[in-house]
């Protein structure tokens, strides 16, 4: 079973600002791989697809990059409503997908 | 308009099982694999297993083999999820989703609680 890493567990950041969010995987998962942003008593939200896709409707402010084991969401100029929780999700082998265990984004 | 409709709330006994049904409209409901979720409190996603509505094929995740099973009725466009011997550490919100390529649909979650 592939294990999914997110780091950091928090990151705080200001209004404005720049984050940049890691996901690591224990194997490759070529570009099979998703980002979710949830916030409180929401369902997930589809943010990326295919490591670098953004979902419909979804700003242009959110990007994704990386491929094999390692990758990263990249969220510039933060808004106030992008503070969430972030899961990034394997989906290589179908149907045994994994999730990372979330990092929150915090206002600093 | 897409909708997953869950069944509602359960309270269960340590040792039993729950059945959830995911109830599926506004789309071919054979034409996109349905997958579960849970969420503990204060807790991440925890994907469980999903299944080909189409085919019936289904896979889980290690931590659920023998416990979970899934299954579907394309009549009435409804998946169902079960887990057996049950424990507290179950509870959790269980969540149903429509998953093809860019598609990522949620039902509103249905919130089991195992409690003696």
């Known amino acids: 079973e592939i294990v999914m890493t997110q780091s950091p567990a928090t990151l705080s950041v200001s209004p404005g600002g720049r984050a940049t969010l890691s996901c690591n995987t224990s194997q490759s998962v070529s570009s099979n791989l998703a980002w979710f942003q949830q916030k409180p008593g929401q369902a997930p939200r589809l943010l990326i697809f295919g490591a670098s896709t953004r979902a419909t409707g979804i700003p242009a402010r959110f990007s994704g990059s990386g491929s094999g084991t390692e990758f990263t969401l990249t969220i510039s100029s933060l808004q106030s409503e992008d503070f969430a929780v972030y899961y990034c999700?394997?989906?290589?082998?179908?149907?045994?997908?994994?999730f990372g265990q979330g990092t929150k984004l915090e206002i600093k | 308009q897409v909708q997953l409709v869950q069944s509602g709330a359960e309270v269960k006994k340590p040792g039993a099982s729950v059945k959830v049904s995911c109830k599926a409209s506004?789309?071919?409901?054979?034409?996109?694999?349905i997958h579960w979720v849970r969420q503990a409190t204060g807790q991440g996603l925890e994907w469980m297993g999903g299944?080909?509505?189409?085919?019936?094929?289904?896979g889980c995740a290690q931590k659920f083999q023998g416990r979970v099973t899934m299954t579907r009725n394309t009549s009435i466009s409804t998946a169902y999820m079960e887990l057996s011997s049950l424990r507290s550490e179950d509870t959790a919100v269980y969540y149903c989703a429509r998953v093809g390529g860019p598609t990522y649909d949620w039902g509103q979650g249905t919130l089991v609680s195992v409690s003696s």
């Open positions: 299944m080909n509505p189409n085919t019936g094929n289904t």
């Open positions: 506004g789309y071919i409901f054979t034409s996109y694999d």
């Open positions: 999700q394997q989906y290589n082998n179908w149907p045994l997908y994994t």
